[in-house]
């Protein structure tokens, strides 16, 4: 027997979203929205993607949209590294947003090979924000073979109107939805006899045609009499108000079982069969399903968290579960006993977010540091770190050790609150020292990001770096090189690099390794071996990829365009740049975003496409500026570049400054240098030979780094213009 008429006629409507770009569901709770979209879709090429509360995190719904795509189309490597979140800023959200979906389109149009119907049920939970723009990005950049159905209790925000001008929107509303005559004479028929056919049209007009108020209101009419029911109906489904006293008289009539069944789904909010068998539910299976048969509390759903292969998950029917939470909820100790049964079910079942969430509803406060200590960093890597950050914050004091203010730090950086991950850390070193290496690196990272590279090796140098080699161990090392060689140590900088090297080998770390390769890749550049430069980044490149590790990708690509750029073969720097600038939108890496936009607006400025380098140059400078990183020196110093060659000596200088002041204050060697050498060819020109010639010496103090070329013409150009023709062929020489 089953809760509802078979509803044909919506089918067969919704068959035509095979032949629209965009279909949309629109209906308040109770139209049978999930319940016709689960029947339809079964017959079809779809993937069902129900939103939770929890997805409008741009991060979480990508990572979870992307899994459901998997499930089904098989693995897509292209969205797999897409689909890493990577320490987050607080800009750009909805361009990374609009950088996902056009992705998605681009790598379903090569996948796809018939049509595909993409299902979000309840997108209203997604439908704002970041969230609403990745929506929007899916329907203007689906492939022809990619349909969009949207399932939601109010009109979306998505722009449609330049889609339904081109007849590619479908749209079905709640007065489609509605029970005709027809089918709540069906209904009563399935389950009442044929004698109640006659109340059809009193039972439809008196519910409005509400799905959910026809079928509470012909099971309320099951234990009365035949004769009496005509009587009853008028006052069963009179209002939606009405509604609680049809589920208390339905509710009275379901089985202890039944009723257990309801208090796990509002407890939970949503379960398998086998679950509820675990918590003591008999012959749970048969129950499950029949509950789901009869439509009426229990609808079927996907659990995008669930491990593959976990069986069918059901929910309480959004008014069920609300009914069962405020009026018949279960007893606080029966409570308990459920939430300590499942958090075992779900941590042994692979879903130890969910335990988590079971374990903090009872305060097993030891339970829950025992099981984030083991699941922590998956749960990051997976996209939950609000799920992480809200159960260290649930924990009393005592119980946030080391571990567990480790991991709170590790999904606020995840997050992009670089502030308050460093306070996590901090309180997770306490006075240690030294510290543990992967505090070292991961506080040491949020200061080189910002720019602070003093910050950044005082805190290398307080990491432990002695005992075994670990992949930590092997990413201080290598970090603290990098610090090294961007203020201009190369000595320092080797013998990190080396070290970072070798620990990495012995831990046989991919992230570890592709860190370790790129900073000698680094070293060897300053070094003028363009060979072992390219060597290195060939293997970082390759061990970036096993570990799916973002933040070197964007690095690798970034820094492989500069070397393009120095040889003047634009095309294949703007090719590597293409990809850094995509995964640092993807990854919200904002500060080496920001660098790739740089290198893209000196090639720019190079080919003489100014306006292109104005775009670039003030979207890198946005990025800095709301990161508050001394990085922006950068873009700075291309500002003052192209203020200079459009004649604006005065705004250049100051550009200049402004960098030279960022960079002297980071101590960052590697930015300085072109920086005195574009100030000297300036200060040359404004007929000032003192300072011109301050500037260049410092230029050329600045040792043999990336911009000594830079720095030995600055200086000849101040020569010759101040009449020291010698000093300039020296110099040019």
């Known amino acids: 027997m089953t809760g509802l008429p078979p509803r044909a006629r919506l089918e067969s409507t919704l068959d035509q979203a095979v032949a629209h770009r965009l279909t949309i569901l629109v209906a308040d709770a109770g139209f049978g929205k999930t319940t016709l979209l689960t029947a339809w879709s079964a017959g079809i090429n779809a993937v069902v993607y129900p939103a939770a509360g929890d997805d409008r995190d741009l991060t979480t719904f990508w990572l979870r949209l992307v899994e459901a795509l998997r499930r089904h189309l098989g693995d897509v490597p292209e969205l797999s590294v897409a689909a890493i979140r990577g320490p987050a800023s607080p800009h750009g959200e909805t361009v990374r947003a609009q950088a996902m979906a056009e992705l998605l389109g681009q790598v379903l149009g090569q996948r796809l090979h018939r049509d595909l119907v993409l299902v979000i049920d309840d997108a209203h939970l997604v439908d704002e924000g970041p969230c609403a723009s990745l929506l929007a990005g899916l329907v203007r950049h689906a492939p022809p073979l990619l349909h969009l ?123 398998t069969a086998e679950l509820c068998g675990a918590l003591g539910v008999p012959d749970a299976a048969d129950l499950v399903a029949g509950m789901a048969r009869r439509g009426l509390f229990v609808e079927p759903t996907a659990s995008v968290a669930a491990p593959a292969g976990s069986g069918q998950w059901y929910r309480l029917h959004p008014l069920a579960r609300r009914f069962v939470s405020t009026q018949a909820p279960p007893s606080p100790a029966e409570a308990r006993q459920l939430h300590d049964a499942a958090a075992a079910w779900f941590a042994e079942h692979g879903q130890p977010a969910a335990a988590l969430r079971s374990l903090a509803a009872i305060d097993a406060h030891q339970r829950m540091v025992s099981l984030l200590a083991e699941v922590g960093d998956q749960l990051i890597a997976g996209g939950q770190s609000d799920a992480v950050i809200d159960v260290v914050a649930a924990l009393p004091e005592r119980h946030r050790d080391t571990t567990m203010e480790l991991l709170a730090g590790n999904a606020h950086l995840v997050r992009g609150d670089w502030s308050e991950a460093l306070a996590r850390y901090q309180c997770a070193a306490g006075d240690s020292r030294p510290l543990p290496p992967g505090l070292a690196w991961r506080i040491g990272l949020i200061h080189y990001l910002r720019g602070e590279h003093d910050e950044a090796l005082a805190v290398y140098q307080q990491g432990d770096t002695g005992g075994p080699p670990t992949p930590d161990r092997a990413m201080l090392l290598a970090w603290a090189a990098s610090a090294h060689w961007i203020r201009g140590d190369l000595t320092e900088c080797g013998d990190h690099a080396v070290r970072a090297l070798e620990a990495a080998t012995a831990a046989d770390d991919p992230a570890a390794l592709a860190t370790a390769h790129t900073v000698l890749s680094m070293l060897a550049a300053m070094e003028g071996d363009r060979r072992a430069n390219a060597a290195h980044y060939r293997k970082a490149l390759e061990y970036a990829e096993r570990a799916s590790d973002v933040l070197q990708l964007i690095r690798i690509h970034t820094n492989r365009a500069s070397h393009h750029l120095e040889e003047g073969t634009y095309a294949e720097a703007m090719a590597e740049l293409d990809v850094a600038i ?128 830079e720095a030995r013409l600055a200086a000849a150009r101040v020569a010759l213009a101040t009449g020291a023709r010698g000093r300039a062929d020296a110099h040019a020489r």
């Open 149 to 271: 159905v949207l399932s939601t209790r109010v009109p979306p925000s998505i722009p449609t109107a330049r889609l339904r001008a081109q007849g590619q929107v479908l749209e079905v509303t709640g007065a489609d939805l509605a029970f005709t005559r027809e089918e709540v004479a069906t209904l009563l028929a399935e389950l009442l006899g044929d004698t109640t056919r006659g109340l059809a049209e009193e039972i439809r007009s008196a519910a409005g045609g509400w799905p959910i108020a026809v079928r509470l209101t012909v099971e309320a009419l099951r234990d009365i009499e035949t004769a009496d029911r005509a009587g009853r109906v008028a006052r069963l489904a009179g209002s939606h108000r009405q509604l609680t006293d049809l589920l208390h008289t339905i509710y009275r009539q379901e089985s202890p079982a039944s009723q257990r069944v309801l208090a796990i789904g509002g407890l939970l909010g949503s379960f």
């Open 582 to 709: 995509r995964l640092a939108d993807l990854s919200s890496y904002g500060a080496f975003g920001a660098l790739a936009l740089s290198n893209r607006a000196e090639i720019r400025l190079r080919q003489g496409q100014l306006e292109e380098t104005q775009r670039d140059v003030d979207a890198a400078l946005a990025i800095f500026d709301e990161l508050g990183s001394r990085m922006a020196a950068y873009p700075l110093d291309l500002r003052g570049r192209l203020l200079h060659l459009r004649g604006d000596r005065v705004a250049s200088r100051q550009a200049y400054e402004q960098a030279l002041a960022y960079a002297e204050s980071s101590g960052d060697q590697q930015a300085m240098q072109p920086l005195l050498a574009g100030l000297a060819r300036l200060r040359a020109e404004e007929d000032d030979p003192g300072p011109a010639r301050e500037l260049a010496e410092r230029a050329l103090a600045c040792g043999d780094g990336l911009g000594q070329v």
